[in-house]
């Protein structure tokens, strides 16, 4: 008997006018310590059929329909008692955002030891040892502080392996992992994969990867299923649906991840005019003083930093988070103001585009205004002219003029990143940075941003700095690239010289967590 | 010890300041406590007398710097009117204002932290409508028409308690308790029902995030998730209101001292204030100021036990 048979799943959500069908006739069978991968664009209800699995989905406006069975116990039908007996014990899960999915105001070692508490009588002792142990199979030195410590002391990474160790402390024989790495940095999702793996080794735990990530799943994963709109589309060995999808969907999936391929570099005319000029910038943030009346001292978080940026060039900013990118990007748009050396510009109105376009467009404004915005603030233009610059610049982003009186919720991620696009680009400046502009999209949208992107530089020569943790995006993208370590470029270069010919330890370190 | 010694000196001078600004604004206000005290058919000479001998001639700061200093000393100055020490008036007084502060505050726990979390563990439910439409109706009557409501019910209707018949704590504690029990639930119900409605929104919000989900993904029931780990998370933006709640009740117990006929601290503030008698009204207002610094203090103190995110040092 499989460890986990799901059997016709539909799930429904009936919370809008008319239902919504998330899921539809999944099928799907997990042997004991297989490792099986789930892939598909948000929206595509992966997430959804893993939460139905792990029981988080019994709620009023939900229906779920079908089976599923685990060890031949229907976890659909079973009373919430049994259910709540399994949860953490048989059956565990971990998510996406490692950020927010412990609790704040409690310590590690009480979060990780829950499942025991629950689940076991095991003395508080007992416990603790239990923890401490599972605590280093997840590879944190230092347990004995972290056991202490609350969530907000941690790195990103530290919190997942938390929540691995907190997931995996009852020997649970299934672990569902919902995109456990996407929000982490490369070095340390690949110290994440190999964690699973080692897990899934160990203690034989079946593991259900989700992901969106094709490349991801086939290093890790036996079998993969492909969602497609809450439907299966393709199912099978992961190596031969990598090699040779069958459905039209797995191949555009597959073709929009990207790639370290690239456009033959077109040399840019070294006499074009230089647009940014940064020369031996160091930034400081203040520290916190330790005695009463002692001065405020500083924290350099940028060590003299120099480079310029050439008029029509996209350079590249790569860096792990915490590395000083964005305070970077804060100084020279003039956010961030405590800093000496010198910031140069020789355009008016420099840019910049957010990751998050969801929350930094405001939810009470429409496309129109918000795009009108920067022409209201900046120039003398009459209302009718302000309309005729928004419907030219609809059409340079490739939205439909009949989006313009939507508000931001309205639209979907990708839509709303090209209004933050259209926003930045209003005053026509010759200087934008993009900060991480596509890692909050899916894949295939991912692609089409990056295109325009691409465009809106030919058209406009428009200079882009394009901040970014995805090697491959940049490798795509970039005429030149920087690297950034602890507050200082540790390398400069032409993109193609970089990757194939990287000089310094930490570029190396980088490429090969990129899988380059 | 830092924290402690930068908050230390922060409320000392906030009390400088309100002290400054209390005896300044007396200062200001028309109004002359010689005059008060004499009537209005006193001669010139007798009214010039009395200014000297209450030392009002002496120049502004050397009267404020003279007060203040006193003050610190635990010398409030002898009140105009009755002639005997601020200090025994308002030491005599003050225990009836604090208990009845005290226990409409602890009111204000007692129904706002259960109700709170019933209705948000049933959001949407019959049960949490009902508290919310009886939390709007409450929340929207003042103490003073409460406190009227109140004593009609429960003094002449049912009689339990003998409005206007209040009875000092050394004659009859119990008495006194049973009295100040309904004053106190007048200026709680209002308050206790804004706490609900606050911490409700607030366990609300904290349910809808990422680790309550963890925490049902560990097996634990809805009880246990709020219990264990919802409700210290939504404690955290309600613990400001409950310290302004407490030394609202503080300063709004006064009126409703006057509806229920309690001899407290806000009756003698009231006459004092009729009757120009300056050093009383400035000594209550110094410690009212005290109290609710001193509450402040407190909160922020509960609020680093509570949010592990603001560092002790």
Redesign the interface.
Known sequence: MALLEIRHLDITFLDKKKPQKIVEDLHLTIEAGDMIGLVGESGSGKTMSALAV???LRQKNVQISGEILLDGKNLLTCSPQEL??????EI??I?Q?PM???????TIGWQVE??LR??TNLTPEERKARAMEALHDVELSDAERIYHA?P?ALSGGQRQRV?IA?AMICRPKLLLADEPTTALDVTVQKQMIALLQKMNQTYGTAVLFISHDLALVRSLCSKMVVLQQGRAVEAGDAEEIFTSPRQLYTKELLAAVPKFERQPCQRLQTDAPTVLQVSDLCAYYPK?S???FQKKEQKEVLHNITFSIKKGEIIGLVGESGCGKSTLARSILGLHRDYIGEIRHCTEHPQIVFQDAGSSLNPAKTVDWILQEPLRNCTQLTPGQRKDCVTEMLWLVKLDESLRSRYPWQLSGGQRQRVCIAASLMLHPEFLIADEPVSALDVTVQKQILALMQEIVRETGVSILLISHDLRVVYQMCDRVLVMKDGSIVEAGAAEEIYQDPQHDYTKKLLESAGY | M?YA??KLLSMLATLLGVSFLVFFAFDVIPGDPALAQLGTNATPERLEALREEMGLNAPFFQRYFQWIAAFFTGDFGTSYSYHIPVGDMILEKLPISVFMTLMAFVMVLVISIPLGILSAKHEGGKLDTVICTVNQVLMSVPPFFSGMLITLLFGIVLRWFTPGGFVSLEQDAGAFFGYLFFPALAIALPKAAMAVKMLRSSLVTELG???P?????????KN?VLR??VL??AL?PVLTFFGMALTDILTGSIIVEQVFGIPGLGRILLTSIMNRDYPVVEAIIMFMAIIVIVVNFLVDLLYRR????I?M?
């Open positions: 792990a029981g988080l709540r007996q399994l949860q953490g014990s565990s899960m998510f955002e927010t999915s412990l609790n704040p105001t409690r829950e499942s629950l689940h609350y907000h929540m907190a916190e330790k005695r009463l | 830092k010694g930068k995030k990422d680790y989900r963890t925490a049902y993904s560990r097996g634990n029931t246990q264990n780990h210290k998370n955290i509570l949010d592990p995110q560092n040092e």
